[in-house]
C-alpha cells in the first residue's frame, strides 16, 4: 500500500520560513504528480504547488517567489520551501499524489495534512 508521511508544520511570525516535507512509501511503480494542497477554515482545498511526471512545476499565484517546490527522487519526497509567510498562508497542508503501483494500479493518494500557523 501507498503511504504518504509528511512533516515540518508549525507557528511561525509573518516573515518567517518553513519547510514541509512528505515521503511517499509503498509498492511505487511511477509517481505521475506529487505536490501541496493547502485548505484555510472556510476555505476550498487549494493547490500551492505540483510536480508533473515531465519535472514541469506549478505554483498558484499568490506564493509565487516565496514558496518553492523540490524533491529527491532517490528517497521518494517532496518538499515545500516556504519563505517570507504571510498570515493568510494559514492552513492545513497537505501532500498529493498521483502514484502508479507495481501492479499497475493508479491511485490518488493524501498525507494527513499538516497545520502551517503565520502569525502577525
Known amino acids: 500500500q501507498v503511504q504518504l508521511v509528511e512533516s515540518g508544520g508549525g507557528l511561525v511570525q509573518a516573515g518567517g520560513s518553513l519547510r514541509l516535507s512528505c515521503a511517499v512509501s509503498g509498492s511505487i511503480f511511477s509517481i505521475n504528480l506529487l505536490g501541496w494542497y493547502r485548505q484555510a477554515p472556510g476555505k476550498q482545498r487549494e493547490l500551492v504547488a505540483r510536480?508533473?511526471?515531465?519535472?514541469?512545476?506549478y505554483y498558484t499565484d499568490s506564493v509565487k517567489g516565496r514558496f518553492t517546490i523540490s524533491r529527491d527522487n532517490a528517497k521518494n519526497t517532496v518538499y515545500l520551501q516556504m519563505n517570507s509567510l504571510k498570515p493568510e498562508d494559514t492552513a492545513v497542508y497537505y501532500c498529493?499524489?498521483?502514484?502508479?503501483?507495481?501492479?499497475?494500479?493508479?491511485?490518488?493518494?493524501w498525507g494527513q495534512g499538516t497545520q502551517v500557523t503565520v502569525s502577525s
Open positions: 510536480f508533473a511526471s515531465g519535472g514541469d512545476t
Open positions: 498529493d499524489g498521483e502514484i502508479v503501483q507495481v501492479d499497475g494500479m493508479v491511485g490518488r493518494y
